[in-house]
């Protein structure tokens, strides 16, 4: 959780230094007085440059990095971020990561042999859900069957939330996406509008549409980071519900079958104590 709290204020800092940073290279903070000179004495530069950045304002790669600019920036950190996590999750929320098969087939072998020292070690020497809940449970066994089930179950509710923190941070994904792309529609809007609020003369459109068109890129590139997002946060929950409710219900009928184990080691001696007095009240005094 602290670590989802670091990133929230890490973004919060980085989305205030791109507002602040679209907002001092906005065109409409710039007096018109300045601008004109400033147009004015740039023209003989552009006239060289023109010819040798001809090739890169033809690429479509290139028009799309220039027109993001420092809001597209940050969509793509978070697109990376969004990747790598969606990685990592997809290699942590497995069946075989809640309940190894080399442990449980372990297990198995050593219930049949009534090992029950050797589950119990084969338990605690393993990190993973099926062994934390099943441990919380023969830690409650000697209580009784009831008892050991309601500890195992506050574990696994302890488990989920655990689990659903790692994922949480998808559905902020998914919120923050539509977010800094409105920001940027905002943005392109604002510049088209300056220009036209700006112009004494006849417009152009190519100034007027450069503001649309980015106002329109930033919307995409930000519902793109949502969707997909939103349809993982999902699919983790989902993917989340399942191994928990497998893992507790593997876990369940374990305990079940030791408890059983148990009460049957516990009437082996009983009964044989029975039979031993049994049989030697029936035989007879010895003269």
Same mark, same amino acid.
């Given at each position: ?17 791109? *507002? ?21 004495? @740039? ?77 119990? @070690? ?12 099943? @441990?919380?449970?023969?830690? =409650? ?5 009831? =008892? ?13 939330? =655990? ?28 510049k088209s509008f300056s220009v036209i609020a700006r112009s004494d003369t006849q417009l152009k459109a190519s100034e007027v549409a450069g503001g649309i068109s980015e106002a329109l890129l ?39 079958? *030791? ?16 039979? @031993? ?11």
């Open positions: 959780m602290t670590g989802s709290f670091n990133f929230l204020k890490c973004l919060g800092c980085v989305m205030l230094f791109v *507002l602040v940073t679209s907002m001092v290279d906005a065109p409409w903070l710039t007096p018109a007085s300045a601008q004109a000179q400033d147009e004015a004495e @740039a023209k003989p530069a552009k006239k060289g440059a023109e010819e040798h950045s001809e090739v890169e304002k033809d690429s479509f790669i290139w028009w799309v990095i220039e027109t993001s600019g420092p809001i597209g920036v940050l969509i793509f950190g978070l697109s990376v971020y969004f990747v790598a996590m969606t990685s990592r999750l997809f290699l942590e929320l497995r069946p075989d990561v809640a309940m190894p098969p080399d442990l449980m087939q372990d297990i198995q072998q050593k219930m049949e042999k009534r090992d029950y020292k050797g589950i119990y @070690a084969s338990i605690k020497e393993r990190d993973c859900l099926f062994t934390k809940v099943t @441990a919380a449970g023969m830690g =409650e066994l000697s209580g009784g069957l009831d =008892e050991a089930r309601d500890a195992m179950d506050r574990v696994a509710e302890v488990q989920v939330v =655990e689990m659903e923190k790692k994922i949480s941070m998808l559905a902020v994904l998914g919120t923050l996406g539509p977010m800094i792309g409105l920001l940027g529609t905002l943005t392109g809007m604002i930033l919307t995409f590139e930000g519902v793109a980071l949502s969707l997909p997002a939103i349809y993982f946060f999902a699919v983790f929950k989902n993917r989340v519900m399942s191994i928990t409710a497998n893992t507790t219900l593997q876990a369940d009928d374990f305990i079940k079958k *030791l408890a059983q184990a148990a009460k049957s080691a516990t009437k082996a001696p009983a009964a044989a104590a029975a039979a @031993a007095t049994t049989s030697a009240a029936k035989e007879p005094p010895k003269a």
